[in-house]
């Protein structure tokens, strides 16, 4: 059975009257797109791009990149009625490398997602502030708000430690930085963590912890610092 059969009964094409239609740019000066049509016997490959989307060869060596899993897109070509599949719906135009970095960056995000789920449903309250400031705010958020992976101790313009971490969306919680800054250890927020994942626990209230040494900065920082707003 050659290349072209197997194509056939892979999708239950016993008829070379099927076309499909997609979306190419269109040509400058007279569209933004076109409409290609082509018969499915110029096919060479089909491939999965990631789980949502999927990339057609044809034989001249053009590709085209569906917003179709790979799955629904052969549901598609297998159960068509008409001689004619219209995937300009799905069609997607952007650049292939920059597609790619998209999908690349969605999956590690979902990957982290996955990683961090039981982290991602805890709820914090913490007294925050941003940086250079030392106006104390109360807020309180989701372990998805936040980046895990930009927890870090840092050292405090109050003396001694203290914990920043950046917001995904700092306006959400009337932040004009992404990083915020709350004022207790390290090792004290990873041991609530600690705790409240080991426990079931899904409510951690750090808000006095936070604000333990106060809205003050020591004298002999203020100069060091330079002027404060």
Known sequence: MDSKSKLFKTFNLDRGDLWLDVLVPGQEGLSATDTLSFPVTTLAEMQSLGEKNSLLKLKD???????????????????????????????????????AAKLKQEFEEAAEREKNKAFNALTFRLSV??????????????????QRASIASGSSI??????????????????????????LELETFNAAVKQALATGMTDIDLRELSMRKGTEIPPEKRKANGPQP
């Open 129 to 146: 502030r941003t940086s250079q400031k030392t106006d104390f705010r109360e807020i309180t958020f989701t372990g998805a708000d936040i």
């Open 61 to 99: 060596g053009r590709e085209v990149v569906l917003n179709l899993s790979h799955a629904d897109l052969r549901r598609k070509l297998r159960e068509a009625e008409d001689t004619i599949v219209d995937l300009t719906a799905v069609t997607n135009l952007t650049p292939r490398k920059q597609l």
């Open 158 to 183: 109050m003396g001694g430690e203290n914990v920043k971490f950046n917001f995904r969306a700092p306006e959400k919680f009337g932040l004009r930085a992404a990083e915020a800054i709350a004022e």
